[in-house]
C-alpha cells in the first residue's frame, strides 16, 4: 500500500465540493504516479470542521474558502506551521501576495495558485517555470469569463447589456451579484499576479485600474463589427518606459488578434517576449470541476518537487499616461464641418484618425472613428473639448483599441 499524503480542505463550496470529488475519484492515479495516496485529513466550513485540528492532520493545505479573512489567516498559519498551500483565491493573493510570498519562502514550504487565474489555462506555471528565461514584455488577458461571455452574447444576438447579463446569470455565468466581474475589479486582481510574476516586480490591486462593462451598448457591437473589430474586456500588463502599466478596460481588437477570436466563458492570455514572440493559451476560466482540476493539479506538483515564488528582484515604477489606439463614438447634429472641427481638435493633440464611419442624418447623426495610438491623457483632453463642441449631442464615449496585428 502507499504512503498516504493528507490534505486539507478549506472551504467546500462550488470548487472545494468538486476539488473532494475530484481528489477521491484520481486517488488510484495519482498514488501510481507519485506512490503517495491523497487522502482528505479534514473539511471546513463555516457550520463543520476545526481549523486547528485539520491542520495538526495534513501535510498540505487547500483554501478554497474566498475573500480576505479569515483565508489569509489561515493560509499564512499553514504554512508557518510548515505546510504546502495551494489556493485558488485571487483577490487573497492580488492584495496579500507578498506577505504570503515571503513567508513560504521563510518556512520553506510551496504556495501554489494555478487556479486564481485563468482557470484550467496553466498561465502560473508557464510564467513561473517555462517562460523562466523569457524577458517577458506584455501579457494580454482575458481572464473574466463572466464578462466575456456577455460581450460574446451582446455581439451574436444584438442583445443590450442588462439582457446579456441576465442570460449569464440563468446559465451559471455570472453571480447574482456580478459587481467583481462587470466592473473589472475581478480581472484587476488576475493581472495584478500575472504582472508580479512577468516582471518581479511588487504589484497590488491597488495599483490597478480598471473599467468594466456595464456601459457597452449594442450600438457598440454594430459599429465595430462594421470596423471589422471585436470588442472584449482585456487585462493588459506591460513594460513601458522604465516601468510598468497594468490596467483593465474594455478595448476593440482587430480580428487578428490572438484574443479577438475567444468567444463564450472562455478566458485566454497571450504572451509577448523578443525571445519568445507571443504565445496564447486558452480554455475554460471557471466553473467549479475546472478550477479544482487546475487545484489538484498544483497538490500533485506539491507532492513531488519543489517549486516557490521567488523575492522580487525590482521596483519598477507604474507608469499611468500609456499610449493607446482609440474608438471614439459621437452623437452629433450632422451640418457642414462637423467632421472637419472634431478632426482638428484631435490634431491639435497630435491624434490621427485611422478609420471613420458616419450614420444618419439631422440631428440624431453618428460619427464614429478609430484613431491611431498617443498618450491616453491628450486624447482624453481631445475628448472633452470635443463634448463641449455645440453639435455634439451626449457625452462622448470612448473604448480603447489594440492595435497589433498578428500574422
Ligand atoms: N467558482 C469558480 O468558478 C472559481 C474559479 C476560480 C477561482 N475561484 C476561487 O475559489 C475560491 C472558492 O470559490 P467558490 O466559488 O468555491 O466559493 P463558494 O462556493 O462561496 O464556497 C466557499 C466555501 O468557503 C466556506 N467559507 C466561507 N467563509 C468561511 C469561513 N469564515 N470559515 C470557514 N469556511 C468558510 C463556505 O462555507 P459554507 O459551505 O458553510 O457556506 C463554502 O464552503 C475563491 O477564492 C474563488 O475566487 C472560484
Not at 37 to 59: C, N, Q
Not at 106 to 134: D, K, N, W, Y
Not at 170 to 197: H, N, Q
Not at 256 to 279: C, D, K, M, Q, Y
Request: net charge negative; glycine share 10%.
Amino acid at each position: 500500500m502507499p504512503a498516504t499524503f493528507r490534505v486539507g480542505l478549506l472551504g467546500h463550496g462550488t470548487v472545494g465540493a468538486a476539488f473532494a470529488a475530484l481528489l477521491e475519484q484520481r486517488a488510484d492515479a495519482i498514488a501510481a504516479t507519485t506512490g503517495l495516496r491523497p487522502e482528505l485529513a479534514g473539511v471546513l466550513t463555516r457550520s463543520r470542521g476545526d481549523f486547528a485540528e485539520i491542520l495538526d492532520g495534513s501535510d498540505l493545505v487547500v483554501e478554497l474558502i474566498g475573500g480576505i479573512e479569515p483565508a489569509r489567516e489561515h493560509v499564512l498559519a499553514a504554512m508557518r506551521a510548515g505546510r504546502h498551500v495551494v489556493s485558488a483565491n485571487k483577490m487573497l493573493l492580488a492584495q496579500h501576495g507578498e506577505e504570503l510570498w515571503g513567508t513560504a519562502r521563510e518556512h520553506g514550504v510551496q504556495l501554489r495558485f494555478e487556479g486564481a487565474v485563468a482557470g484550467v489555462v496553466p498561465i502560473i506555471r508557464v510564467l513561473q517555470e517555462s517562460l523562466a528565461a523569457a524577458h517577458v514584455e506584455r501579457i494580454h488577458g482575458i481572464v473574466n469569463g463572466t464578462t466575456n461571455f456577455i460581450l460574446s452574447e451582446m455581439e451574436r444576438t444584438g442583445a443590450p447589456y442588462a439582457d446579456a447579463l441576465a442570460q449569464a446569470q440563468a446559465l451559471g455565468y455570472a453571480e447574482a451579484d456580478p459587481t467583481d466581474d462587470v466592473t473589472g475589479r475581478d480581472a484587476a486582481a488576475k493581472m495584478a499576479i500575472l504582472a508580479r510574476l512577468a516582471f518581479s516586480t511588487p504589484v497590488h490591486l491597488d495599483q490597478v485600474p480598471y473599467e468594466g462593462i456595464e456601459h457597452i451598448t449594442a450600438d457598440d457591437m454594430a459599429y465595430a463589427r462594421e470596423l471589422g473589430l471585436a470588442l472584449k474586456l482585456v487585462g493588459s500588463a506591460e513594460r513601458v518606459d522604465g516601468g510598468i502599466s497594468v490596467r483593465v478596460h474594455p478595448a476593440f481588437l482587430y480580428a487578428g488578434h490572438p484574443l479577438a477570436s475567444i468567444g463564450g466563458p472562455f478566458n485566454a492570455v497571450t504572451v509577448e517576449s523578443a525571445a519568445i514572440t507571443e504565445i496564447t493559451m486558452s480554455g475554460p476560466g471557471a466553473g467549479g470541476p475546472q478550477t479544482a482540476s487546475a487545484v489538484l493539479g498544483d497538490v500533485i506538483s506539491a507532492m513531488i518537487p519543489p517549486a516557490s515564488t521567488p523575492e522580487t528582484t525590482a521596483s519598477l515604477p507604474i507608469v499611468e499616461d500609456v499610449r493607446s489606439s482609440f474608438y471614439l463614438h459621437l452623437e452629433v447634429a450632422d451640418r457642414p464641418g462637423v467632421l472637419a472641427q472634431v478632426c482638428e481638435l484631435l490634431g491639435l493633440q497630435g491624434a490621427s484618425v485611422k478609420s471613420v464611419v458616419q450614420k444618419g442624418l439631422g440631428e440624431n447623426a453618428r460619427l464614429v472613428m478609430v484613431v491611431h495610438p498617443l498618450p491616453e491623457s491628450r486624447f482624453f483632453a481631445a475628448v472633452r473639448l470635443i463634448g463641449r463642441l455645440d453639435f455634439v449631442r451626449a457625452t462622448p464615449r470612448a473604448i480603447r483599441v489594440i492595435e497589433e496585428e498578428f500574422v
